[in-house]
């Protein structure tokens, strides 16, 4: 079945670093790809989309890509803040839908 | 004016208790779910709805029974709480076919003591 794998945290940086959180995922046909960002005591929060392959989602700084030759929607950012201090979600949709999550990445930017 | 909104956000009850967690989208949609979010922050969904029509029940234990009166409302009831119920409950919507971005409501946090 369809699924999505992401990189396991806690991720911990300091301010103004680079950040990448990768994201693989396992589909049968042609998926929607998400990432969606919960910030503490909050619910979760579109953070960008892609619909096809090669399209770039981007959204506060944060882009993702469409990989389908390497099944892949990595999360990066070039410069992040302590504001970006957050769980943040890969999920994927199928036609069917149904929404798959990833288990989640905890990012910590300190000062 | 918020999109999804669910009542309460926050839940303290005794073992053995019946209770209830609101949900309400005003978004339009036709989809709706319940999803567990547990101390690690793991999701699992738990009920999916689509124009008051009951698509996908997972595996959970059948003390929770989710109701939707109308394609704008999905209640979540629970029997009998034990204590591995206490997690955060989020409900969500959606519009039509995949691929469309899904919603969450702040959540609701339970505890059962």
């Known amino acids: 079945g369809d699924s999505v794998t992401q990189m396991e945290g806690p991720v911990t940086l300091s301010e103004e670093a680079f950040l990448t959180i990768n994201c693989t995922y396992t589909?049968?046909?042609?998926?929607?790809l998400f990432w969606y960002v919960q910030y503490p005591g909050e619910g979760l929060q579109l953070l960008l989309k892609?619909?096809?392959?090669?399209d770039k989602g981007s959204n506060k700084g944060f882009e993702a890509t469409y990989r389908k030759e390497t099944t892949s929607f990595h999360l990066e950012k070039g410069s992040v803040q302590v504001s970006d201090s957050a769980v943040y979600f890969c999920?994927?949709?199928?036609?069917?839908?149904?929404?798959?999550f990833g288990t989640g990445t905890s990012l910590t930017v300190i000062p | 004016d918020t999109a999804v909104s669910q009542t309460p956000k926050y839940l303290v009850t005794q073992m053995g208790n019946d209770k209830s967690i609101k949900c309400e989208q005003n978004?339009?949609?036709?989809?709706m779910y319940w999803y567990k979010q547990d101390s690690k922050k793991f999701l699992k969904i738990m009920f999916s709805?689509?124009?008051?029509?009951?698509?996908i029940n997972e595996t959970v234990p059948n003390r929770f029974s989710p109701k939707s009166p109308d394609k704008a409302h999905l209640n979540l009831h629970i029997n009998s709480l034990e204590l591995g119920d206490s997690a955060v409950y989020f409900c969500?919507?959606?519009?039509?076919?995949?691929?469309?971005?899904?919603?969450f409501g702040e959540g609701s946090w339970l505890t059962v003591v």
């Open positions: 969500a919507s959606s519009q039509g076919p995949a691929g469309n971005t899904i919603y």
């Open positions: 589909a049968t046909g042609y998926p929607s």
């Open positions: 892609a619909t096809k392959a090669d």
């Open positions: 709805y689509n124009n008051k029509e009951l698509i």
């Open positions: 999920a994927l949709s199928d036609r069917g839908n149904q929404f798959y």
């Open positions: 978004l339009g949609h036709d989809t």
